[in-house]
C-alpha cells in the first residue's frame, strides 16, 4: 500500500470519527435544550423542608412541580413561592378554593367545606388546637385557596399568622406531580379530595 492511499485511509477514517463526534455532540446539545427549556417553562425541581406534610411528603424529598398554567384544585398538593413574612418556598394541600365555604371544628378535628366534612385520609393524626389560629373565613376570597399541611399539627400553613390566612393564586407556583429521590420513596403524588 502506498502512502497516498495510507494518508487516503487514515483521512477517511478521521472524517468518519469527527462525523460521529459532531452527531453525538449535536445529539447532546439539543437535549441539554429541551431539558432546560422544560425545568424553565413546565417543571421546577424542588426539595421539601420540614415535617408539615408528613406521610405524604418527608424532609428532604426532591419532587417535580408542574408549574405551566396552573389554577388551584381542591385536594392538590402545591408549592407556594416567598412571600410577605415567607423566607423561603413551602409545600401544602390545597383544602378550599375561591368562593368555597370553609369551616374547622377544632373540637373534633374536622373540616368542612362547603358544607361537607371532609374525609381526610391523608392526615397524619387528628387536628388539635394550637391557640395562635386565624379566625378561618367563612367563604375564601376571590383569587385566593385554603392551604393545610397533612402534619396538621405542626404545619405552618393558612390557620397561621405567619402566613396570614388565604394564599393567593397568583404565590401558587403548581402542583407536585412526582417524588423523584430518594429512591424508596419515588411515585407518583396524588390529588386526593377528601
Known sequence: MSNIERKSEFQSDASEVMLFLYDWAETISQ?????IFVLT?????????GNS???????????????????PTKGDVVTVKKFGKLD??????????EGDTLSID??????YVNG???NETYIREPMERRGNELETPSVVP????????????????SRSPYIGGPVKNSD???PVKFIYFPFHHIGPVKRQVG
Open 31 to 35: 437535549s441539554l435544550i429541551i431539558v
Open 106 to 111: 377544632f373540637d373534633s378535628g374536622s373540616v
Open 53 to 71: 406534610m408528613l406521610d405524604t411528603l418527608h424532609s428532604g424529598d426532591k419532587v417535580l412541580v408542574w408549574k405551566y398554567n396552573y389554577t
Open 172 to 174: 401558587i407556583i403548581g
Open 142 to 157: 376571590a383569587g385566593t385557596c385554603f392551604l393545610m399541611g397533612d402534619n396538621r399539627n405542626h404545619s405552618d400553613d
Open 116 to 118: 361537607k366534612k371532609l
Open 88 to 97: 423561603e418556598s413551602i409545600v401544602k394541600r390545597v383544602i378550599a378554593t
Open 41 to 49: 417553562f413546565v417543571f421546577r425541581l424542588f426539595t421539601v423542608k
